[in-house]
Each structure stands twice: as structure tokens, then as C-alpha cells.
């Protein structure tokens, strides 16, 4: 059983950044892949990033890449996605999210899900 807990979500004006954090609880967090979905208002849940269990792979989304990343710390049970330079559109509820099998960008495909954060880039 995993348990997560996000955090670090805000108010934030476009070209600022932000940094969410997601907390595990569950001695085997560090087999796990995590990876970041967020949803806007209206929208289905899409994916953002992810993390292999090793934090050797990082996957992320076309519309994120060069701005967001995303990296883990076995040590404190927390995985992090950096966002730089944000723009209205990356307004949505962010949500971490962990499944024991491989890398996936389905939604359906991860067990566990944190309750989300808001993240608002305002213009």
C-alpha cells in the first residue's frame, strides 16, 4: 500500500516557477514508478511526467519538455516536479500518482493517487 500527500501548488504569474513535491509513505516506495498527471477544469486527466523506480528514466509530455522535470529521493520517500517558465495553459490540478509495473502515460494504468494540488498561472 501507498500512500501520497502532493504539495508546493499556488499562484503563479506566466514565466514563473514552481516546485511540487509529493510525499510516499510505504517501505517500498523506491520499486515503484511515479509519475505527474494534472487536469484542467472541463478536461480529462492527462499525463505530465514520470519517473522509473531507479529515477534512471524520466519520461515527459511533448508540451512540458524543456520547461518541467521530474526527479525522486529514495531517501525521503519524495518525488518533485520542477516547472519553469509556466504558461495559463499548464493551469490544472496537478496529481502524483504510482504504479508498480514499467513507465506508462495512461492514467488507468497507475494504483495509487495523491488527493492533488492547484497550480494557476495567471497572464
Known amino acids: 500500500q501507498v500512500q501520497l500527500v502532493e504539495s508546493g501548488g499556488g499562484l503563479v504569474q506566466a514565466g514563473g516557477s514552481l516546485r511540487l513535491s509529493c510525499a510516499a509513505s510505504?517501505?517500498?516506495?523506491?520499486?515503484?514508478?511515479m509519475g505527474w498527471f494534472r487536469q484542467a477544469p472541463g478536461k480529462e486527466r492527462e499525463f505530465v511526467a514520470a519517473?522509473?523506480?531507479?529515477?534512471?528514466?524520466?519520461y515527459s509530455t511533448d508540451s512540458v519538455k524543456g520547461r518541467f522535470t521530474i526527479s525522486r529521493d529514495k531517501g525521503k520517500n519524495t518525488v518533485y516536479l520542477q516547472m519553469n517558465s509556466l504558461k495559463p495553459e499548464d493551469t490544472a490540478v496537478y496529481y502524483c500518482?504510482?504504479?508498480?509495473?514499467?513507465?506508462?502515460?495512461?492514467?488507468?494504468?497507475?494504483?495509487?493517487w495523491g488527493q492533488g494540488t492547484q497550480v494557476t498561472v495567471s497572464s
Open positions: 510505504g517501505r517500498t516506495f523506491s520499486t515503484y514508478t
Open positions: 519517473i522509473n523506480w531507479s529515477g534512471s528514466n524520466t
Open positions: 500518482a504510482a504504479r508498480l509495473l514499467a513507465y506508462s502515460d495512461s492514467p488507468d494504468a497507475y494504483d495509487y
